[in-house]
C-alpha cells in the first residue's frame, strides 16, 4: 500500500509541474534546439591568415599542388596539353577563375591556399604546355 501511495503521488506532482514537450517542426524550433549550447577559446589558437609566401614559377606550384591529380588524371582531371584544348576554347580567364573557386572535382585553389593569383595562372600556363 505504501508503495501505490508513493508512486501515486509521485505521478501526479510529476504531471502538474512538468510542461508540456514543444515538439513542433518549424525551422525557428529546430534552429533552438541544435544550437550550440557554449563556444570554446583556445588561447593561442586564433585562426592565422595565410598569405602568399612569395612568387613561384607555374612548375613549382604544379609540383607543390598540381601534381597529385593532374600528374596522373585523377578524377578527370587534365594532364596532357591535348586534355587541355577543350578547356582552353573556354578562355583563361574562366580557366583561372575555376581554379580559384573550384569547379567539378578540383577544390578551390586546387588546395593550394596560399598561392597566390598569379601564381595559379602560371601553374595553369604550365599544364597547358605539358606533353
Known sequence: MKKLTAALLMLTTTAAVAAPFDNSLT?????????????????GAEPKVVVPTGPRTGQQVYQASCFGCHGTG????????????????????????????????????????????????AAIEFMMKAE
Not at 525551422?27 to 588561447?43: F, S, T, W
Open 74 to 121: 585523377a578524377l578527370g582531371a587534365p594532364k596532357t596539353s591535348a586534355d587541355w584544348s577543350a578547356r582552353a576554347s573556354k578562355g583563361a580567364d574562366v580557366l583561372l577563375s575555376n581554379a580559384i573557386n573550384g569547379f567539378n572535382n578540383m577544390p578551390a585553389r586546387g588546395t593550394c591556399m596560399d598561392c597566390s593569383d598569379d601564381e595559379i595562372k
Open 27 to 43: 525551422e525557428e524550433a529546430i534552429k533552438k534546439r541544435i544550437a550550440p549550447v557554449g563556444n570554446v577559446y583556445l588561447a
